[in-house]
């Protein structure tokens, strides 16, 4: 007899997520060496959100997509910022595990085993990479700061490098947290953080080495940087409101 039931789609085990916005000069690299760590798992997945990137960075990525069948190009439509690329990269994600990094090359790629190693010895639900010797401009350690000393007020918990852009989350509990975040959210790492404490979820931390930014530009001015601050102040602060409900 016939069996007429659907073939159901076997989820990828890794998925690896990347926003990326004109990152030429490293992106090629970045990509190559990510690759190298998901071709140790049978059926990985790479998604890369690219935020109408400018320069040649589609071109590369193009070519990189036909050398690695695993690798999943996503366009916006419109450049909508980091957070909300960040957000569609996790919503667009299969994979059982769910591993992000940032594009601009502030990372070792093996440095993802220290991650999966915490996860698969202590059950974590989420595992985040806290930067070493951090390789950041002053105005990055000084917005990292105050908005720890934030959710420290706020939450009654040390959240250690809550924006990291390095960490590993389990499919179930990823589940439980993204779509409480919003599709534009501002630094929606953070409110992750926010609802994985709300919710019990056991998260683990690691140091991992950190880079200095060679490409692109790293300064800012002093009223931009007020701004940023205040911008994710008063998401974190509605969003916190919001956390009530669940």
Known sequence: MQDNQPIQKIPPSLSIIMPVYNEQDVIGKVVEDFCKVLEKFSKPEFVIVDDCSSDNTPEILKSLEGKYPYLRIITNEANSGHGPSLVRAYKESAGKYIFHCDSDNQFYAEDFWLLWNKMRESGDDAVIGKRHNRQDARHRLFITKMLRVL??????????????????????????????????????????????????????????????????????????????????TREILAFKKGLKNI
Do not use: Q
Not at 170 to 196: C, D, H, T, Y
Not at 205 to 215: A, G, I, K, Q, S
């Open 151 to 232: 959710l420290a007020v706020l939450l009654g918990a040390d959240i250690k490098d809550a924006n990291s852009p390095f960490k590993l989350h389990k499919r179930v509990a990823l589940n439980k947290i993204i779509g409480l975040v919003p599709e534009n959210a501002f630094v929606p790492s953070i409110l992750m953080a926010m609802v994985a404490n709300k919710l019990k979820m056991k998260t683990g931390y690691v140091n991992v080495r950190h880079l200095p930014r060679l490409t692109g530009s790293t300064f800012i001015k002093s009223w931009k940087i007020f701004k940023i601050c205040l911008k994710s």
